[in-house]
């Protein structure tokens, strides 16, 4: 299978998981396959297998046996998850991630 667009993942992963207001944290790893993190608060409340088991059944519906080929890990945070201070930053500091 030929691998996928961070577009075409991004449209997938918005469409078939009902994502709310989205942030996508791309990368393409040397295989090919799109790696990342999903941020979204659609994810609230969910655990962490359970975000698991829908990210990789909306993948396998849209892409087929082939989906493991395409994508590699991809975690899946709520806002305020992503954006929580990590040990030793700074009091107040605003922590800035890389978006592709």
Not at 3 to 18: E, F, G, I, P, Y
Not at 58 to 63: R, S
Not at 81 to 92: F, I, N, Q, S
């Amino acid at each position: 299978m030929a691998s996928a667009s961070t577009t075409k993942l991004k449209t997938v992963l918005t469409r078939r998981l009902r994502l709310r207001d989205p942030e996508f944290h791309l990368e393409r790893l040397s295989g090919g396959k799109l790696s990342g993190n999903i941020v979204s608060d659609t994810f609230r409340g969910v655990d962490d297998v359970e975000r698991q088991r829908r990210i990789w059944d909306a993948l396998d519906e849209e892409f087929g046996d082939g989906s493991r080929e395409v994508v590699g890990t991809l975690l899946a945070y709520t806002k305020g998850e992503w954006h929580v201070p990590l040990e030793g930053d700074p009091p107040g500091m605003k922590r800035q991630r890389k978006t592709k």
